[in-house]
């Protein structure tokens, strides 16, 4: 039952991605051009739902099944921020899509997309493999 929740909670993303027009290339070419808010506004909204939300689970230190919370204390740093912004930044601008809408965009059609999902899962399988070597 948990599992058909999950599929109409991403179905419901994914129209409003495609609806909203987050998952379009031009809204996102705007964004990077300084041409338009409409992406800023976006990603606004969902800072605005998700902020709030993140540090009531935090406060609360349980998910919504009951377990227990933990969340690892981190140095902070600000040289890591920026090289993984500016990683994520050039990755989204070169693709034209962040993670989100990428199978938005092949639902809607965007047969290029496969291939960006399949080396966004190659990629996550990878650093699964070579996590413990890298630098956190």
Known sequence: M????????????GVAMYKGEAASWFRIFEM??????HMYGFIAAALAIGLPATQWLKRKGKDIDGKVIYVSPKRRSVA???FGG?????GWALVGACPGPIFVLIGSGVKAMIVIAVSAILGTYFYGLLRNKLPH
């Not at 500016?86 to 050039?90: A, K, M, R, S």
């Open 2 to 13: 948990r599992a058909v929740i999950y599929i109409v909670l991403g179905l419901i993303f």
């Open 86 to 90: 500016i990683l994520f930044g050039l």
């Open 80 to 82: 890591r921020y920026l």
């Open 32 to 37: 990077f051009s300084f041409d338009s808010f």
